[in-house]
């Protein structure tokens, strides 16, 4: 097992190393310069803005200079907000991005499973259809429409809730429904294929043959297996969601991350754009280890081996 | 069946309850780790105390720098405005008027300006004001070690040795500023500069506190605590990535008696529409209003519509095009779109037609304070027939009936709206003329432009002090912003010399500008478009907010709170 997480480890690493690599040249292909006033600048004047941020040296070296900085932890100083390091802007932006992905993500999923669960049980009767009929919506109408929606209707008509911004957990209540209309429109058509397959196998028929009650077959026997393939999207789903969505954030006017990664690549802010990328990267791969890690766990039939095969 | 549904209903109901309570604790524990950012959080609701002055803005972005020498857009410049103050401030006329300096006088020849600086002034931790503080100020900005984009660009060619300095081929010190004394400043310009005087309201103009500075390093500018202020308000709780912050009144400032509003606080907000409502929601006093909005808002009691300085027009490349080196084909295609259409139905927003190179409402003409615009009157206006004359005399000059040109404009949505229709206007109007379309993101249009890889160009200027020359100095032989091959000796020549044997004489350097922008629509050198407006709601309260025509966008230090309702 330690061996196993060891070796997944190096391998996060080399990935990492090769998303640094690849991200590194790709925005070097981006149109353009990092400065505001290119227009109204001469050659030379431009030249010597760009010395001070080392941006004159051929590109590999550019590239050298950055890798090492990276090995040492430091992520560079911003462009874009002058003198400040990009570790401080990932750091302010990263918590109400997580914090919404975070709700989203848990209140979306357990609505889905339990969503799902109820169509699955009604199976082709009418909360079947109502439960699909959602799920659909959910995963079709794109969600600034939705979040758009929901701005109108409970801020600006009905005024339950703020119009925007950020500050307390009310702030925080329609972008979190806006957000997890995705999770739960995906968790609830997972659970209910899954689990109609689940409840006409042979040991549901062995379990209700032997006397378990209803509820006892539906989750401890149902619900568990039914949740195992849930498990392989809810992880890369978390990352997206906690990373910001841009559309949301710009809507409900939140500081969160999402935006700023849009905006870092508008304006040509190398060192930010790398740092987001890989901090995304990284929060990525991470979550994709727990879940081979959680797998174990959840289904006794995955075993993980010391790896020589 | 009927019955284990409602049970089913019951368990959701309950366990939606539960999530409600589970989600109550989340953010608890969040709002704890966020603490930092805790004192900033609801400022834009925060109740007014009894007798305070307070007005809640929106801002588009956050400030990407507060350091005057590093500052190069609108929101930067905005608030080092609001927060500190150089030699002079524009007034409501944008007028200078007294800032840290009370008065100066300017040598014979234009070329030395020596400005007294009041003795009153200090810095917000105590510190006075002085001569020297201007002089560290720009030598940092032209000092090729810092990085400044603007301290090269507004002061190379008008402060002595600027441009000499930034290439390194001169010292610090031969910069042609010096402090006479602790409050006497003495500034030697490279040519007479009759505009100076408001240049130096400008954001990097500003003075900087050496000792406060070189002691913070890199961390000048980064936040309320790495900042001192000598302006009409300070910034409170700002930091560099900051999406709220508070102008407060300096109660150090000298003229604080005169500074009514004891807050201004302000939140990012970037989407229209959550601003429009917002402000229907009563959180914030002023909201803009893009274009697809206008229609529904242009009745609202509160709908404002306040002109902008900056001018669009197309350019017409000489280079690339052997058709559009013709000055025919230039005039067809200068009077061939119709403005009206275009600035009413595409636009907008309030933005007016523009017939001319310098904008509207911006500069006055010297002795009578007329606008030049309106001294130099209408020079390019739509006129189908007159545009078709000059298209049969080009094609016939050309010897062809048929003539294929690109037209290269930016990608945001009306933008693109914007070539499509002048695109199509010109090929309706002028038959045989073919346009093909390339829309772009504005960095690949900045490229195109310096390369001159194009044929016509969707461009704009906005000012960047308070003299036509501004503009019309882009057009001059081989200028760093021609890129369209326009070159007349005779143009050239009036613009020389209103910047060198006139420079002293303000109203003949005007009658120059005057003629030099005839020239420049008699060679139809471009095609003006429109002039940009802001459309926007503004609230009653909101009182004595002057827009400046550069520099920040809004002057606060005579605001005030009017009657609410």
């Not at chain 1, 009418?126 to 929606?149: C, R």
């Not at chain 1, 911004?165 to 899954?194: D, N």
């Not at chain 2, 401030?89 to 300006?113: C, F, K, M």
């Not at chain 2, 057009?475 to 009036?494: F, H, I, P």
């Amino acid at each position: 097992m330690v061996r196993y997480i060891l070796r997944r480890v190096m391998y996060m690493l080399i990935t990492l190393f090769i998303i640094a690599t690849l991200s590194f040249f790709l925005m070097k292909l981006l149109p353009g310069s990092p400065l505001n006033a290119e227009d109204k600048l001469s050659e030379e004047q431009q030249a010597i803005v760009l010395e001070k941020y080392g941006l004159n040296d051929p590109i590999p070296v550019q590239y050298v200079n950055y890798l090492g900085g990276l090995v040492q932890g430091d992520l560079g100083i911003s462009f874009a907000f002058s003198n400040t390091p990009v570790t401080d802007i990932l750091m302010d932006r990263i918590g109400p991005s997580a914090q919404l992905g975070a709700q989203a993500l848990v209140v979306g999923t357990i609505l889905g499973v339990l969503l799902g669960l109820i169509a699955a049980i009604s199976h082709n009767g009418f909360l079947d259809y109502t439960s699909t009929v959602i799920a659909v919506l959910g995963t079709s109408i794109p969600n600034f429409v939705f979040a758009g929606l929901l701005q109108y209707v409970f801020a600006a008509e009905l005024e339950w809730f703020p119009v925007a911004l950020w500050g307390s957990f009310e702030h925080s209540i329609l972008p979190t429904i806006a957000l997890m209309i995705f999770p739960m429109a995906t968790a609830a058509r997972f659970v209910r294929t899954e689990m109609v397959e689940v409840l006409g196998s042979d040991f549901i028929t062995t379990a209700r043959a032997k006397g378990v009650s209803e509820p006892g077959i539906v989750f401890k026997h149902g619900l568990r297996n039914a949740l195992i393939p849930l498990v392989t999207v809810i992880g890369p789903m978390a990352v997206s969601l906690m990373t910001g969505s841009m559309v949301i954030e710009q809507i409900f006017a939140i500081p969160g991350i999402g935006e700023q990664f849009v905006n870092s690549v508008m304006v040509n802010d190398y060192p930010t754009i790398m740092g987001t990328t890989l901090m995304f990267a990284a929060l990525f791969i991470g979550i994709i280890l727990i879940i081979d890690l959680l797998y174990g766990l959840i289904d006794p039939r995955i075993r993980i081996s010391g790896g020589d095969s | 069946m009927k019955l284990k549904n409602w049970a089913l209903l019951v368990i959701l109901g309950l366990l939606l309850a539960v999530l409600a309570a589970c989600g109550g604790d989340d953010t608890e524990e969040s709002g704890e780790s966020a603490e930092s950012a805790e004192g900033t959080e609801e400022t834009a609701e925060e109740p007014a105390e009894e007798g305070e002055q307070v007005l809640n803005f929106i801002n588009g972005d956050a400030i990407p720098s507060m350091d005057p020498s590093m500052a190069t857009d609108e929101y930067g410049f905005q608030f080092i405005g609001s927060t500190m103050e150089g030699l002079y401030r524009l007034d409501e006329n944008s007028e200078p008027v007294e800032g840290i300096a009370t008065d100066h006088e300017v040598s014979d020849d234009g070329l030395t300006w020596t400005f007294n600086l009041r003795e009153d002034a200090t810095w917000s931790n105590g510190d006075p004001v002085t001569a020297h503080d201007f002089v560290y100020a720009w030598q940092r900005a032209v000092d090729p070690a810092t990085g400044s984009e603007y301290g090269p660009y507004m002061m190379g060619g008008v402060i002595k040795n600027a441009v000499a300095v930034n290439s390194g081929e001169a010292e610090l010190d031969e910069l042609g500023v010096t402090a006479e004394d602790d409050y006497t400043l003495v500034v030697e310009l490279e040519n007479p500069t009759p505009y100076f005087e408001s240049l130096t309201s400008f954001g990097t103009f500003m003075p900087l506190n050496e000792e406060f500075v070189e002691e913070q390093g890199d961390d000048f500018a980064t936040s309320t605590d790495t900042l001192l202020f000598n302006g009409p308000y300070t910034l409170e709780n700002w930091t560099s990535t900051a999406n709220e912050w508070d102008l407060v009144k300096n109660e150090s400032y000298w003229d604080a008696d005169t500074v009514q509003l004891d807050r201004i606080n302000h939140v990012v907000v970037k989407d229209p529409t959550t601003s429009v409502r917002l402000y229907e929601e009563g959180s914030v006093d002023r909201a803009g209003i893009s274009s697809d909005l206008v229609d529904q808002y242009s009745t609202h009691e509160d709908y404002a519509v306040t002109p902008e300085t900056s001018v669009f027009y197309l350019k017409l490349n000489q280079k690339r095009s052997d058709e559009l080196a013709n000055e025919n084909v230039r005039h067809a295609i200068a009077r061939a779109f119709d403005k009206d259409a275009l600035v009413n139905e595409i636009l907008n927003n309030g933005s007016i037609v523009a017939n001319g190179l310098v904008p509207a409402d911006f500069t006055p003409m010297p002795e009578t304070g007329e606008d030049f615009r309106e001294v130099s009157g209408d020079l390019m206006t739509y006129d189908v027939e007159a545009a078709q004359e000059y298209w049969e005399t080009a094609l016939e000059e050309l010897g062809t009936d048929t003539v294929e040109l690109e037209l290269l404009g930016g990608d945001t949505e009306t933008s693109k709206v914007m070539n499509e229709y002048i695109a199509n206007q010109l090929s309706t109007n002028l038959p045989g003329l073919e346009v093909t379309l390339k829309n772009v993101p504005f960095e690949q249009r900045l490229d195109a432009d310096t390369a001159q890889d194009y044929d016509i160009q969707v461009a704009g200027w906005g000012p960047d002090y308070l003299d036509p020359y501004t503009f019309l100095s882009l057009w001059v032989t081989d200028g760093g912003n021609n890129k369209m091959s326009y070159s007349n000796e005779e143009y050239d020549a009036l613009l020389e010399e209103a910047q060198t044997t006139l420079a002293t004489d303000n109203p003949a350097r005007y009658e120059n500008f005057l003629e030099a922008e005839n020239i420049l629509f008699e060679d139809a050198a471009i095609a003006p478009i429109y002039q940009s407006a802001m459309a926007q709601l503004i609230s009653p309260k909101v009182e004595g907010v002057f827009v400046n025509p550069f520099g920040a966008t809004y002057e606060y230090k005579w605001a005030s709170v009017g009657s609410a309702e």
